[in-house]
């Protein structure tokens, strides 16, 4: 094998690998914000290689419920001022910027 074809194949080697590695780390980049994500991130890079394991994870990452950022126990709750829905834990109203805690101060005296 000369120079030249060896550069090609170097060259060729790495062209693919700059279009295969970001799929196959397709599972872990889906997966990243659910709850499973270092448990898909390990099968994704340990098993991808073979088929089984790649789609396994692939499959985990979409199926995996979201993370939850906030604290357990928080509730979800509605905006009195524009009826958009509030995220548990989160402070403002996505929609208008409403206060969270007097949301949720209003729901539980209507109740
Ligand atoms: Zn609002």
Redesign the pocket.
């Known amino acids: 094998m000369d120079n030249v074809t060896l550069i090609r194949v170097v060259a060729g080697v790495l062209a693919a690998g700059v279009f295969l590695l970001p799929l196959y780390v397709l599972p872990t980049i889906l997966g990243w914000r659910k709850k499973q994500r270092i448990p898909i991130l390990l099968v994704n890079l340990l098993l991808g290689w073979t088929v089984v394991g790649w789609v396994g994870a692939l499959i985990w990452a979409l199926a995996d419920t979201p993370m939850q950022l906030s604290q357990p126990g928080a509730v979800a709750a509605f905006?009195p001022?524009?009826?958009?829905h509030m995220p548990a834990g989160g402070h403002f109203?996505s929609?208008?910027?409403?206060s969270a805690t007097e949301a949720v101060k209003a729901q539980t005296t209507a109740s």
């Open positions: 905006c001022n524009c009826g958009g109203c929609m208008c910027g409403h």
